[in-house]
């Protein structure tokens, strides 16, 4: 890795460094999820099986997380698209992006029912 | 293939994927009220080609955006570049799309 010359503190390397790191967990998390819904919706007993399977604290609290991590990630996505294909100023985007992302965090939390 | 094809196909699959995943984090949100159940799930998915062609595209923009992502980060932090790595990375987003793929026909025909 070279070093970047580029300040760390900027909000909008906070943008960068969270939209990177939740893509990462979901591009390593997405191959395990897509195998096991493939091997589990075989009918729905096995579906109904493997739901039930999915019922601890470990695993809900597993999803809880990649939903968040979802959700910043498509917030963080917008934002890129935005700059890149809208010509919005980074200020602008920043704001779109941060406000995205907790009001999504504070409705899935709500909804989650945690 | 090169760089240009890539960046393409990541904002087209990011362009697909963002209408898609917040239709898939509102069905997630419908569906775990009351707690998940297969009866509940494959009622919706069942012999419905609306939600087969939802799924099989947002499955094959996902395998591509996950894996196009993946070559970013890998060529940055670890320097592996070039066409065997890229047809490498391709084969890998090809090969979860399938499996997703394979999950949306278990829905549909369950």
């Known amino acids: 890795m070279r070093p970047d010359p580029r300040p760390r503190s900027h909000p909008t390397y906070i943008a960068f460094l969270v939209h990177r790191l939740s893509g990462l967990l979901l591009a390593l998390f997405l191959p395990l999820h897509f195998w096991a819904l493939s091997n589990a919706i075989a009918g729905e007993a096995t579906l109904e099986g493997f739901l039930r399977w999915t019922d601890n604290g470990l695993v809900k609290a597993s999803e809880t997380a990649l939903v968040i991590l979802l959700a910043a990630h498509l917030a963080g996505g917008l934002r890129v698209l935005a700059l890149e294909f809208l010509g919005w100023r980074s200020s602008q985007k920043t704001m779109v992006a941060a406000s995205a992302g907790v009001s999504f965090a504070a409705g899935l939390l709500f909804l989650l029912n945690l | ?110």
């Open chain 2, 1 to 110: 293939m090169g760089g240009t094809h890539l960046w393409v196909a990541q904002r087209v699959t990011a362009m697909i994927l963002a209408v898609a995943v917040v239709v898939h984090l509102v069905t997630i949100l419908v569906a775990v009220r009351g707690g998940l159940s297969a009866a509940e799930i494959i009622g919706r998915t069942r012999g419905n080609e609306a939600w087969l062609v939802f799924y099989g595209v947002f499955a094959l923009a996902a395998g591509l955006h996950g894996a196009i992502g993946l070559r970013g980060i890998a060529a940055e932090w670890l320097g592996w570049r070039g066409r065997g790595f890229d047809l490498a990375w391709l084969g890998i987003g090809l090969v979860t799309a399938i499996f997703g793929i394979r999950a949306a026909v278990g829905l549909y025909a369950a």
